[in-house]
């Protein structure tokens, strides 16, 4: 390791002024430009971050040995006096895709003398290109193991990127700190489209940008993706700009603030013919033809940083002091936004929060490329997930979740498990070096003291904040500081009017939650009184924010199972909405694992379950609760990935004696068998179960779909169940009429078709009509002539129950023709003739006078 700077050996009576305006402090160089301390220190050789390209084998990232050739004889010898080529007569135009490389004939002039050296500026481009083709050509793919990697070109998903708009704000954004409400400044934003949009002077401006995010929000990723244009050729340049593109990765600057010694560590080879000076001089003369990809300027340690030492300090060139004429992009997180901008404000400060939530399904779909069902799957789970589904658009996490559902077919039955595992990949990213009992101890402590401001916020009494003032944290300092280098929390500074503060916040809402748990938790666990403090915070959890705390409560139950019966003990005693306090009781049931905690759990009559979340806590709970559930009614959304689910439901004895059960069945994009599954299922339900049993399948407007293997399956299903419905989406008039046609004969109850063109075609219903119970053609274009139609397919004394023909366009006699027909239709207890291009008054009043029996709810909705 080099020795500190005091120890080192000076030269004597050689002096140069620091590169840079004449503003710069002048240094104590020698002739070469370069101290010797800085020619023998390493820039460090810290791991790569996660959104760093994995090493090849043959990657050289160490710094070469050192030979007489990097210490010329003659310390005068002068750098511009190099023979070498400029970038005028010989530029590389590297592109966003790729670069052109002009060659030269044989060099002309005076002859080298080995004073000069080998080096020419083309072996500088061509040895850039060599290491970007080791080293920007694959992404990680793994938050951890660095081994792992995938190509860049198949992997790469562009970041949605926002350039601020200078001068512009709006107070509009309000959030609460413990002063009470405030209305904080926010800059407005344009779009950034593409990549190219980033490299673009007319959209952004200047010369020098600022890429702001949060952990693991691709940032990195999109460096790599620059550094990796630079080496294919015959593409579209980067706007004819730059002669060099320089990517250095701050984060393995570990003991030098040089940049030039991180060309020579990180880019350029060990054998490499090139001296630093000879560098130097090709840098200074093209200047303006640099392009300087800065790489986590919150990742460079602040001594280093702070260093006064160096050729092209980092700072230096951050704070636009030297190379002033250079492109410069610097990527970093937020706590350093103001550090970058106090020295130098004329930065281009562009913003990622990671995928737009298309690009990030298309992420996932890349990701499964072998199982295009696998990725569809975590696609339509997500959804599902309100929660997942936002954090999820963080490139990191996006991985995290892909990873996880590769190795287990799902994801982890509790959601602490997950986000357990999203911290501990968080901290180990920014930790590699630690022993892992040694990460969860550090680790933990710092989320116990980020957890504790958490919570407080979480069970504000004047309602719940997401944001601190930094001053919150003045107990736990180290804290935060460690937990904005990992990720954990993130710093910014806002203006409020004339006030200046510098706030917190975790990525999103859910982590906060986790964090705020694992504090709770660790308070039940202590030694003196620990039960006590528990409780006390768990009575500020009342039925006036109960469900708000959901996930609070859920990562509780998942953290302990002595905090779980006490907080279902806390539920039961609760009062408000039975069916959503059971729903939530359900889940903390399952995230607690516990089996003898069902007891704790009041008997539902009413279970409602529109999420894979509610459908996986039922039937967790159906195997423990002693059955049966007398009378109880169930209401479930279902798709293919909870088929297992329904399956255990429905067979659990508990259902014997169930009241009504009603299943929505949505059909997904791509399977073929599905249908025919819930009939296998159906088979092997008890035939009271299946007596209460009422089954609605919905085709979506991309839902699979095959006329004969549909029509099979009702079939199968109508000889199985009372209750048969059918819903479609959007779906081709041929494929509407088709299907009704297939179906002639099948006991249906209810049909219902949206957004389909059955002008002229509403004949085909008769095909089922004689068992319908319920018709509901909404937005179908119908119009008069339909009217009629329908009218003369529906007899006298037709046992129809509901009609609903909104978002159609009839006159007034059409309507009175249609209620005076439905006066035969005996059980006839629900009308729905909503924006059907007339007066509402008029329509109640034609109603009212054939149809007496039914009354107006809502506009154009009328019920017995």
């Not at 504000?460 to 003045?474: A, K, V, Y």
Request: net charge negative; glycine share 6%.
């Amino acid at each position: 390791m080099a020795e500190p700077p005091a120890k080192r050996a000076r030269r004597q009576n050689e002096t140069q002024t620091n590169p840079g305006p004449s503003t710069a402090a002048t240094q104590q160089l020698p002739a070469d430009g370069v101290r010797d301390d800085q020619k023998t220190t390493q820039s460090g050789s810290g791991h790569p971050s996660q959104q760093e390209p994995t090493p090849q084998p043959t990657q050289q990232l160490q710094p070469r040995p050192l030979s007489s050739h990097d210490y010329p004889q003659q310390s005068g010898a002068s750098i511009g006096s190099i023979g070498t080529v400029s970038g005028s007569q010989n530029p590389v135009i590297v592109g966003s895709s790729g670069v052109n490389i002009t060659y030269n004939s044989p060099l002309e002039g005076p002859e080298i003398t080995s004073l000069q050296g080998p080096g020419t500026f083309e072996d500088l481009q061509h040895e850039i290109i060599d290491n970007y083709k080791q080293t920007a050509t694959t992404i990680p793919a793994h938050p951890i193991l660095e081994t792992r990697y995938v190509e860049i070109d198949k992997f790469f998903i562009p970041l949605h990127l926002q350039k601020n708009i200078p001068d512009k704000t709006k107070s509009v954004r309000s959030v609460r700190l413990p002063e009470g409400k405030i209305f904080l400044d926010e800059a407005l934003y344009d779009i950034l489209n593409s990549l190219d949009d980033l490299f673009n002077q007319e959209k952004v401006k200047e010369i020098k940008i600022l890429l702001v995010g949060g952990a693991g929000t691709g940032k990195s990723t999109l460096l790599v993706k620059v550094a990796n244009s630079c080496i294919t050729l015959r593409s579209k340049p980067l706007l004819g700009r730059f002669d060099l593109v320089l990517w250095i990765k701050l984060r393995q600057m570990q003991q030098s603030s040089c940049v030039l010694d991180a060309i020579f560590d990180q880019i350029l080879a060990q054998n490499t013919k090139l001296r630093r000076q000879e560098v130097k001089g090709f840098i200074d003369d093209h200047e303006s033809g640099i392009a300087l990809l800065l790489d986590g300027v919150d990742e460079i340690p602040s001594h280093v940083l702070q260093s006064k030492e160096g050729v092209y300090r980092v700072q230096d060139i951050l704070h636009n002091r030297v190379l002033t004429k250079s492109f410069v992009l610097v990527t970093t997180r937020p706590h350093m936004v103001d550090y970058v901008l106090g020295g130098h404000p004329n930065y281009a400060r562009v913003e990622t929060s990671g995928f737009t939530p298309r690009d990030r399904d298309q992420y996932i779909r890349l990701n499964h490329p072998d199982d295009a069902d696998m990725g569809e799957a975590l696609v339509s789970y997500l959804e599902d997930n309100a929660n997942l589904q936002e954090i999820s658009v963080v490139p990191v996490i996006s991985q995290m979740l892909c990873i996880v559902w590769k190795n287990q077919k799902s994801l982890p039955m509790r959601i602490t498990e997950l986000y357990k595992e999203f911290a501990v990949a968080l901290f180990k990213r920014r930790n590699t070096e630690m022993s892992d009992k040694q990460l969860m101890s550090n680790m933990m402590s710092i989320i116990d003291g980020l957890g504790r401001v958490a919570l407080q916020g979480l069970l504000d009494s004047r309602g719940e904040r997401l944001m601190f003032d930094e001053t919150e944290f003045q107990n736990c300092q180290s804290c935060l500081a460690e937990g904005c280098r990992v990720g954990f929390v993130q710093r910014e500074t806002f203006t409020i009017g004339l006030d200046v503060k510098v706030l917190v916040t975790f990525p999103h809402k859910s982590i906060q939650e986790y964090f705020a748990a694992c504090h709770l938790v660790r308070l039940l666990d202590g030694f003196f009184f620990g039960k006590t403090k528990f409780c006390r915070q768990l009575k500020r959890i009342g039925t006036h924010n109960v469900h708000e705390m959901e996930y609070l409560l859920r990562f509780c139950c998942g953290r302990s199972g002595k905090a779980a019966g006490l907080i279902l003990s806390h539920i039961k005693k609760m009062q408000g909405d039975e069916s959503k306090l059971q729903r939530l009781a359900r889940l903390l049931l399952l995230e607690s694992g516990s089996e003898e905690l069902a007891t704790k759990l009041v008997r539902p009559t009413e279970v409602d379950c529109e999420s894979n979340e509610d459908l996986k806590s039922l039937s967790y709970y159906l195997q423990h609760v002693t059955p049966p559930l007398e009378g109880t009614f169930f209401h479930m959304y279902v798709r293919k990935q909870e088929l297992t689910f329904l399956r255990g439901i429905l067979l659990s004895d508990s259902m014997e004696s169930a009241g009504l059960i009603v299943v929505h069945y949505y059909l997904s994009e791509q399977e073929e068998e599905e249908l025919s599954l819930i009939a296998e299922t159906l088979g092997g339900v008890d035939e009271q179960c299946r007596a209460q049993l009422n089954i609605t399948v919905f085709i979506l407007a991309k839902s699979w779909f095959d006329v004969g293997r549909v029509s099979h399956s009702f079939f199968c299903m109508h000889e199985q169940i009372d209750g048969l419905g059918l819903v479609m989406h959007q779906r081709s008039p041929d494929e509407v009429v088709d299907l009704l046609k297939a179906l002639e004969g099948c006991r249906l109850d209810m049909f219902a078709l949206y957004g389909t063109n059955l002008h002229a075609q509403v004949r085909h219903v008769s095909h089922i009509l004689s068992s319908l119970t319920v018709l509901q053609l909404d937005a179908c274009r119908l119009v008069d002539d339909d009217v009629k139609d329908l009218i003369s397919i529906l007899p006298a004394g037709h046992g129809l129950q509901g009609l609903n023909l909104d978002g159609n366009a009839f006159s007034l006699d059409a309507v009175r023709a249609l209620t005076h027909h439905l006066q035969g239709l005996p059980k006839l207890y629900y009308l729905s003739l909503l924006n059907i291009g007339l007066d509402p008054e008029l329509v109640r009043q034609v109603v009212s006078q054939d149809l007496p029996h039914l009354t107006e709810t809502q506009e154009g909705k009328f019920q017995a």
